[in-house]
């Protein structure tokens, strides 16, 4: 990557990974040519695997043709209102705040979540999201990001090899990610941990071929040929060796930051925050692919 280029971004901190992008030329990338565009802004993702608009002049529609520069974005999935007025098919709203009739704007409360990565349920997870801040509360509360190429790479030789061709039951059941849920929450019925994809826990990411570890969201999540003790007690292992990372770099996300994130290769959390002060954030998803095992 040339200078030139490289000059409209500074590294957040020696965390490993994540680019902060200057907003004019995140503008110039949405002008530029559509395959070169791509090409560029992949390069950067598969290199820092985070990109950030600091304080972005986005509007909600241009938020959008950014996100689509990197792929197609999913179109699927329930929508809301959001607090500006936009309305699309492409939007998903995060949002604490509620119209005065006390209906839910969006989904999610201020409960803080645990780790995870989005839409793993689906049987081709998106490989990015997209988060676009439009309000925030005092004290905004901190997303934080997580490498699933160094989770791997630090797994004990046991597990590793215990792990390598195994594959999880992704359940498209009760997939709240709230801390209090994932540690005090009781197990779903054995019927709904059966129902949803399996994907592999050591996947082979589609644009770098690295290996990584690719956790379900639940933690009392099903693993293929194995019982429900012997599952829980292996992903108890695996949560054990997530929960322990210090090594995660956090943002608190201010007013019109914009943040683009492989999906794939990061997973992440979310602090709470108190539940009187409204948080919006607009959700974007770019189509990615079914996972594929990196051993077989």
């Keep these: 990557m040339s200078n030139s280029v490289l000059e409209h971004f500074g590294l957040m901190d020696n965390s490993g990974f994540g680019v902060?992008?200057?907003?004019?030329?995140?503008?110039?990338?949405?002008?530029?040519?559509a395959n070169d565009a791509r090409r560029s802004l992949r390069s950067l993702l598969d290199r820092?695997?985070?990109?950030?608009?600091?304080?972005?002049?986005f509007t909600s529609?241009?938020?959008?043709?950014?996100a689509a520069i990197v792929g197609d974005?999913?179109?699927?999935?329930?929508?809301?209102?959001?607090?500006?007025?936009?309305?699309?098919?492409?939007?998903?709203?995060?949002?604490?705040?509620?119209?005065?009739?006390g209906t839910?704007?969006?989904?999610?409360?201020?409960?803080?979540?645990?780790?995870?990565?989005?839409?793993?349920?689906?049987?081709?997870?998106?490989?990015?999201?997209?988060?676009?801040?439009?309000?925030?509360?005092?004290?905004?509360?901190?997303?934080?990001?997580?490498?699933?190429?160094s989770l791997y790479e630090t797994l004990p030789l046991d597990l590793k090899r215990t792990i390598s061709k195994l594959q999880a039951?992704?359940?498209?059941?009760?997939?709240?990610q709230s801390v209090e849920a994932f540690f005090d929450g009781v197990a779903a019925p054995l019927e709904q941990r059966l129902e949803g994809?399996?994907?592999?826990?050591v996947r082979r990411h589609p644009n770098t071929n690295r290996p990584l570890l690719?956790?379900?969201?639940?933690?009392?999540?099903?693993?293929?040929?194995?019982?429900?003790?012997?599952?829980?007690?292996?992903?108890?292992?695996?949560?054990?060796h997530v929960l322990v990372r210090t090594d995660f770099h956090s943002i608190a996300l201010e007013e019109n930051d914009l943040v683009l994130f492989d999906n794939c290769a990061l997973l992440h959390n979310r602090e709470g925050w108190d539940s009187k002060h409204d948080r919006t954030v607009l959700h974007l998803a770019i189509e990615g692919q079914a996972p594929e095992p990196m051993y077989r």
Excluded: C
Aim: glycine letters at 6%; zero cysteines.
């Design 214 to 240: 690719y956790m379900p969201r639940r933690r009392d999540a099903l693993i293929e040929g194995m019982g429900e003790a012997q599952s829980r007690e292996l992903m108890e292992r695996l949560w054990a």
């Design 48 to 57: 820092f695997l985070l990109v950030r608009v600091v304080q972005s002049t």
């Design 197 to 201: 994809p399996r994907h592999p826990l």
């Design 104 to 149: 839910s704007i969006g989904d999610k409360g201020a409960d803080a979540q645990v780790w995870h990565t989005d839409g793993s349920q689906r049987n081709q997870p998106n490989l990015y999201t997209i988060l676009f801040a439009k309000k925030i509360p005092p004290n905004p509360p901190k997303t934080s990001f997580l490498s699933a190429y």
């Design 169 to 176: 039951v992704h359940s498209l059941h009760n997939r709240s």
């Design 61 to 66: 529609e241009e938020a959008i043709q950014f």
């Design 20 to 33: 902060d992008l200057n907003d004019r030329y995140a503008h110039d990338l949405v002008q530029r040519d």
């Design 73 to 101: 974005i999913l179109g699927d999935r329930e929508v809301g209102t959001t607090s500006i007025g936009s309305k699309s098919a492409e939007l998903k709203v995060l949002s604490s705040a509620r119209t005065e009739s």
